[in-house]
């Protein structure tokens, strides 16, 4: 693996030393480049190179995303236009995106010299937002503003009218994107095999109250309706308009858009299926903490509350 360079995607808040440091020493062993972006520079050592940040992703040849979900969408979403592998390091809570854990590091990173992995093709949303172009791995939702009424909006698939939702959030969601807000709204979970799109309504008043399952192939065009509430667009949980009162999110889909590392799919799969288990329990984090060994509530206890940021 010599002659490449690995880009450092990192959480924006959290403390990223220990795992950064663990990557630099390994890298500076196999005389292997690291980028990390611009607004990054301080959190990172010397060695460490800084570039603007849409430069990151199109001069590395993997990427290593430290952080939850969420910084792994981040990561994936920059290498839309020419696809990379991202490896996913673990510091967040659930994480179902992301596989490696801090003290599996030294082995993942040996395994990616060694290109001892798979790659997981993922797919996402190209959607124009409102006369925005915005990219979405997990999903793209329309959500009304608290004590503002309701989203009111009118489905159409190729053109032809579907019917209408009024609720509290309408989420148009991917395969890998069911495990999130689609399965909170009451959607289903979605095998990351197939190519499907999953628009739910949350809190549906009126209309359609129930998942629509769609072909990759179709595009989809939810309009909001004259007098819909004020709303949010998200994107993969980030807001990118907000107090929208008209308009419409055109959806397509488009495969293998995105590159994810696996080391063991199976044990992740299972791993995955534990955790959505542990989401459907009527449990508190602390509660279920108290029903582990002792030897392992340090471990639980320093995930749930990590240390004070630098």
Known sequence: MDQIR????LHPTRDVSEVVD????????????????????HRVPATVEALPTEQVAPTSDVLISIGGDGTMLGALRSTVRDPK???G??????????EVEPPDLPTALARLANRDFTVERHSCLAC?????DVVAF?????????????VTATLAVDGQRYGYYRCDALVVSTPTGSTAYGYAAGGPL????????VVTPSASMAGISRSVVLSPDEQIRL??????APMAVEMDGQVIQDAVTEGAVEVRYHRDAGLVVRLDPRRYRERNQLKLGLLDLPLLPEQLRELLPESLRGEMSRRWHPPPHR
């Not at 690995?6 to 995607?9: A, F, I, M, P, S």
């Not at 979605?190 to 799109?197: G, H, K, M």
């Not at 309009?223 to 819909?228: H, I, Q, T």
């Open 85 to 87: 592998p991202v490896l």
């Open 22 to 41: 663990v990557i630099v020493d390994w890298a500076t062993r196999h005389r292997i480049t690291l980028a990390v972006r611009g607004p990054d520079r």
């Open 6 to 9: 690995l880009g450092l995607v």
């Open 190 to 197: 979605v095998s990351p095999a197939s190519d499907v799109v």
């Open 138 to 150: 997990n999903d793209v939702a329309l959500v009304r503003r608290p004590g503002a009424g309701f």
């Open 89 to 98: 390091v673990h510091l967040g809570q659930f994480g179902f995106l992301v």
């Open 223 to 228: 309009e909001l309706a004259p007098g819909s």
């Open 128 to 132: 124009a937002v409102c006369g925005d």
